[in-house]
């Protein structure tokens, strides 16, 4: 049972425009739902986290929008630029243990 | 990678033969868990520990054991690999657990590869 489900799989954008991934949750009992940044032979590394009581989190070019109601939470990633480009995890934790989604490789063209 | 290492970060082995994967930190942080990384499946939680001799099991723990003798030393072992454990596996450690405040910090990976 896939309980954090993650789009596109992968993406290709112009340098300084907007990525935009998506993710959707099933369990209610969520309470942190953050993202991470993979480079290729590297291990993830959080990238930006947001909590349930709030609706949008804003760090740098990376912004986490948050829907409760819809059980929905997506990355934006404003004027994106090729050191982007790498494949970002959503994520939603209960209890300590984190869910992943699947990844989104994302790919900034010059 | 936030004093941790895995190793080794490269192993091929053939079905039927135990293999053991370490991962030490240096961070002496509480929490450690083991995830394997598959295409499509994103990161799965094997084993996790919340102490020394403290452990518990993830989504995908099946045919892996893990021990932590020490705060620093946390060990999987496949006790018979097989073709589908394939993958690269990633430690990961924290000094929190639950309401909010779980974020860990991963190894860089050990990719294995079971003939």
């Known amino acids: 049972q896939q309980q954090v489900k993650q789009s596109p799989q992968s993406l290709i954008v112009q340098k300084g425009g907007i990525s935009i991934i998506n993710c959707a949750y099933e369990n209610t009992a969520f309470d942190y739902f953050p993202w991470y940044q993979q480079f290729p032979g590297k291990g993830p590394a959080l990238l930006i986290a947001i909590r349930p009581d709030v609706s949008e989190k804003k760090e740098g070019r990376f912004t986490i929008s948050f829907n409760k109601s819809a059980k929905q939470f997506s990355l934006h990633i404003m004027d994106s630029q090729p050191g982007d480009s790498a494949t970002y995890f959503c994520?939603?934790?209960?209890?300590?243990?984190?869910?992943f989604g699947q990844g989104t490789t994302l790919q900034v063209k010059p | 990678d936030a004093g941790i290492t895995q190793s080794p970060r490269h192993k091929v082995t053939e079905t039927g033969t135990p293999v053991t994967l370490r991962c030490h930190q240096t961070e002496n942080h509480r929490y450690m868990y083991w995830y394997r990384q598959d295409p499509g499946h994103g990161l799965r939680l094997i084993h996790y520990?919340?102490?020394?001799?403290?452990?518990d099991k993830g989504e995908v723990s099946d045919g892996y054991s893990v021990s932590r003798s020490k705060t620093e030393d946390f060990l999987l072992t496949l006790e018979s690999a097989t073709s589908s454990q394939t993958s690269v596996y990633f430690c990961?450690?924290?000094?929190?657990?639950?309401?909010?405040?779980?974020?860990?910090?991963f190894g860089p990976g050990t990719r294995l590869l079971v003939l």
């Open positions: 994520a939603a934790a209960s209890t300590g243990k984190l869910i």
């Open positions: 990961a450690i924290s000094d929190s657990h639950g309401g909010g405040r779980e974020t860990q910090y």
């Open positions: 520990s919340y102490g020394v001799k403290d452990t």
